[in-house]
C-alpha cells in the first residue's frame, strides 16, 4: 500500500528522535491530560513514567515536577519507547526512600490493549505481527463493541483510543471515578467484556446460552455488518474444504454432516454460510451461528494488562522503534477510515518539517520588512497536525466535564 508516509529504516531513528522530541511532541495537550486539571495535589509528580533507550535499556520509577521538567528530560534522553503509569502514594523517583510497604499504586486509567496476535487462529491473510488491510477490520469490531459497552454499559464518558504503532490499539479510560478502580473492578470488567474463552487447543470458544444477555445482543449487532466483508470475503472461511472444517466444528454434529455433504455443491463462502444459517433455523434455540460470529470477530483482551493498577502502556506519541509509526489518537467519527498504513512514521514527520522551514525561509526572503509573526507549534506544520487535533479535543471535553462538575459542586454547597 503506497503512501507518502514509508521508507522508515530502523537504523535512522537515534537521528531523527532529538528532532521528533525537540519540535514535534505535542507537550501541551499531554501535560494537560495527565495532569486532570491539576486539582489533586502532587498529582503529576507521583505519576510514574517509563523511558526505553537505545540497546534496550529500561528505565522505570521515573517522575517529574512538572510537564515541563518531563519534556526536558524526554529532549536529553529521547526514549525509544515512554510508557505511562500508575499514581503512586509517593513519587516513584523517590520509591527507595519510604518506608517497606508504603509505596503502593493509587490509582491509574483503566487500560486495554488489543493485540493482532491474539486474533492468529481467526486470520489466514497474515500471522504474528503482521496486519493488512484485511485483518484490520478485526480492530475496528473491536473499538467499536468496547466503547460501546463502556459508554452504554458503564456510564463511562471518557475513552482515548489509540494506535499502538505497529499491530494493535490502547484504549485508555480516564474518568476520575473509574481511575480510583481496584484491581479486582478492573478484572470483573474484562471478565464482562469477555465472549471467546480458550486457549489453541479449545475449538470451540464461545458457548451462548439462554436467555442473551443484553451485552452480547448489542455487540452481535455491531459485529454482524462486519462479517461478511471480514470473515467471507477477505478470510475466505468457507473457502476450501481445510478451511471449513474448522468452521463446522462450531456446529450440532446432525448439522455437521449435512453441510459438509451440500458445501461442496456451492460456489463460494457467502453461498455456504447462507446454507449453514438456513440449516441453523431449523435447530433452535441452538445459537451456533452467532457463536461462529462472536469467534471470529468478537474481542480478545488480555486480563493481565487492564486488571493491575500498576501495570505500564505505551503512552501517545510514542515512536515504534520497528515501523516508524507514531502511536496516534483515532478519531472515532471517522472509525471506518483509520489506516494504519497512512498513520505518519517519524521519517516522513522530520522530512516535512524541513520542507517546512523552507519553505517559510524563501518567503521571508522575498518580504522587504517582515511582519513579526506568531511562532506556529512545529506539529501543525505536518502530517501529524490532525492526529494531534483529535487528542486535543479529547482533553478539552475532559476540562469542560471537570470543570461542569466543579460547578455543580458548588452549587450544591451553596457557594455564590
Avoid at 49 to 78: A, G, H, I
Avoid at 215 to 244: C, H, K, M, R, T
Avoid at 260 to 275: G, M, T
Wanted: aromatic share 12%; proline share 6%; hydrophobic share 35%.
Amino acid at each position: 500500500m503506497d503512501t507518502p508516509c514509508q521508507g522508515f529504516m530502523p537504523g535512522s531513528l537515534p537521528d531523527l528522535l532529538p528532532l521528533y522530541y525537540r519540535r514535534l511532541f505535542p507537550y501541551g495537550p499531554y501535560g494537560r491530560w495527565l495532569s486532570y486539571g491539576g486539582v489533586v495535589k502532587n498529582y503529576f509528580q507521583r505519576r510514574e513514567f517509563s523511558f526505553t533507550l537505545r540497546d534496550d535499556v529500561y528505565v522505570r520509577y521515573q517522575s517529574f515536577n512538572s510537564p515541563q521538567e518531563l519534556e526536558k528530560e524526554m529532549q536529553k534522553m529521547n526514549p525509544y519507547k515512554i510508557d505511562v503509569g500508575a499514581v503512586y502514594s509517593h513519587r516513584p523517583s523517590q520509591r527507595n526512600t519510604v518506608h517497606m510497604g508504603a509505596f503502593h499504586a493509587q490509582e491509574k486509567e483503566l487500560v486495554f490493549d488489543i493485540d493482532m496476535t491474539d486474533y492468529n487462529d481467526v486470520r489466514r491473510c497474515c500471522s504474528s505481527a503482521e496486519i493488512c488491510s484485511k485483518c484490520w477490520i478485526l480492530m475496528t469490531i473491536a473499538i467499536r463493541v468496547i466503547d460501546r459497552a463502556l459508554m452504554e454499559d458503564f456510564g463511562v464518558r471518557h475513552r482515548l483510543w489509540v494506535y499502538s504503532g505497529r499491530r494493535g490499539v490502547h484504549c485508555w479510560v480516564c474518568d476520575d471515578s473509574v481511575r480510583k478502580w481496584s484491581s479486582a473492578m478492573r478484572a470483573a470488567t474484562v471478565e464482562y467484556l469477555t465472549l471467546v474463552k480458550g486457549g489453541s487447543e479449545t475449538v470451540k470458544k464461545v458457548n451462548l446460552t439462554d436467555p442473551i444477555h443484553p451485552f452480547i445482543s448489542n455487540s452481535l449487532s455491531l459485529v454482524e455488518p462486519y462479517f461478511e466483508e471480514y470473515a467471507l470475503v477477505g478470510q475466505d472461511i468457507l473457502g476450501s474444504s481445510e478451511s471449513w472444517e474448522k468452521v463446522v466444528a462450531l456446529v450440532p454434529e446432525y448439522i455437521l454432516w449435512l453441510l459438509l455433504r451440500e458445501f461442496p455443491k456451492k460456489h463460494d463462502s457467502i453461498q455456504r454460510w447462507e446454507l449453514l444459517k438456513k440449516k441453523m433455523e431449523k435447530c433452535k434455540p441452538c445459537h451456533a451461528e452467532w457463536e461462529i460470529m462472536l469467534q471470529y470477530c468478537f474481542p480478545r483482551l488480555d486480563i493481565n494488562v487492564s486488571r493491575g493498577v500498576s501495570h505500564l502502556l505505551k503512552s501517545p506519541f510514542s515512536v515504534h522503534p520497528k515501523t516508524g509509526r507514531v502511536s496516534v489518537p483515532i478519531d472515532l467519527r471517522k472509525l471506518d477510515q483509520f489506516d494504519p498504513f497512512a498513520v505518519p512514521t517519524i521519517s516522513c514527520l522530520c522530512s516535512e518539517l524541513d520542507m517546512a522551514h523552507e519553505e517559510e525561509d524563501g518567503e521571508k526572503e522575498n518580504e522587504a520588512e517582515p511582519e513579526p509573526r506568531r511562532r506556529t507549534r512545529d506539529y501543525k506544520k505536518t502530517s501529524l497536525a490532525p492526529y494531534v487535533r483529535v487528542f486535543e479535543q479529547f482533553v478539552e471535553e475532559m476540562d469542560k466535564s471537570r470543570k461542569g462538575e466543579l460547578l455543580k459542586r458548588s452549587d450544591l454547597q451553596g457557594d455564590f
